[in-house]
Nanobody, 127 residues
Framework: HVQLVESGGGSVQAGGSLRLSCVAS????????????MGWFRQAPGKEREAVAS????????YYADSVKGRFTISQDNAKNTVYLQMNSLKPEDTAMYYCAAGRSWCSRMRRTDFDYWGQGTQVTVS
């Protein structure tokens, strides 16, 4: 069982920055939690949830949606059981509820069905 709690959301002006954090109830490393991949997804009202970024817990390899490449950075601190999403140069189109997720296998595909555990979300609003 893995429990994920997001924080760091808020309201900012276009061009601003935010850093989201996701704390797991235990180490997200597959040897401890069974999680191989940690990811960030977002969902705007009336739209389906989409992948933003993901990271392999052991190797640290990262993947990004084309819409956020060059602006967002996903990282992790295994000692703190925490995954971060640094968001720079925010645009109104980035407005959404952001969710942290943990998966047991695939990471590079960034598909919702590859993730087994989800946080409650943190709202990001860009105007």
């Amino acid at each position: 069982h893995v429990q994920l709690v997001e924080s760091g959301g808020g309201s900012v002006q276009a061009g601003g920055s935010l850093r989201l954090s996701c704390v797991a109830s235990r180490d997200t490393d597959s040897s401890v939690s069974g999680s191989v991949c940690m990811g960030w997804f977002r969902q705007a009202p009336g739209k389906e949830r989409e992948a933003v970024a993901s990271i392999y817990v052991r190797g640290g390899m990262v993947y990004y949606a084309d819409s956020v490449k060059g602006r967002f950075t996903i990282s992790q601190d295994n000692a703190k059981n925490t995954v971060y999403l640094q968001m720079n140069s925010l645009k109104p189109e980035d407005t959404a509820m952001y969710y942290c997720a943990a998966g047991r296998s695939w990471c590079s595909r960034m598909r919702r069905t590859d993730f087994d555990y989800w946080g409650q979300g943190t709202q990001v609003t860009v105007s």
